[in-house]
């Protein structure tokens, strides 16, 4: 078995959908995941946006985001039963969990960096919550085109 893996799905449903139906396009989502060994850890409903172009004569549509942790296999089969709802003009699925190690990555070395930087200077590495938030502080100005 893969490993589990974290996936962000959108899709986009039509103007004229209900509640009811976007419900159950959503219930379905979740109910894979289920059978299949993932999770579906969050969902938003972004509501009804313009569309950038005409999709399917359509010029708004109803924005759902989902995230999931499940393998390979369980996002080809949403993807496959995606297809088939009319109702579902267009949807999307990204892996993330490669950009929230890079982001967590970057995090770490930024805030190692700004640690020392402070201890070089004589002052405690984290800054006390007492000290005001820096605005025009050196240390953002410097962490750019530094490498690490």
Partial sequence: MSALRTYE?????????????????????????????????????????????????????????EVIEGTGELMKELDRRLK???????????RVDEEQRVVERTRTRRQSFQERRRVARGLPPRPDPSERPATNDDDAGDLEGIEV
Avoid: C, F
């Fill in 9 to 65: 799905l959108v899709y986009i449903v039509t103007p004229e959908a209900t509640e009811e139906l976007i419900s159950s396009i959503h219930e379905q989502g979740e109910q894979t995941p289920q059978r299949m060994g993932g999770s579906l850890s969050k969902t938003e409903n972004w509501g009804r946006r313009k569309l950038a172009y005409e999709i399917k004569r359509q010029k708004e549509g109803v924005y759902v985001l």
């Fill in 84 to 94: 088939v709802v009319d109702q579902v003009i267009r949807h999307l699925v990204v």
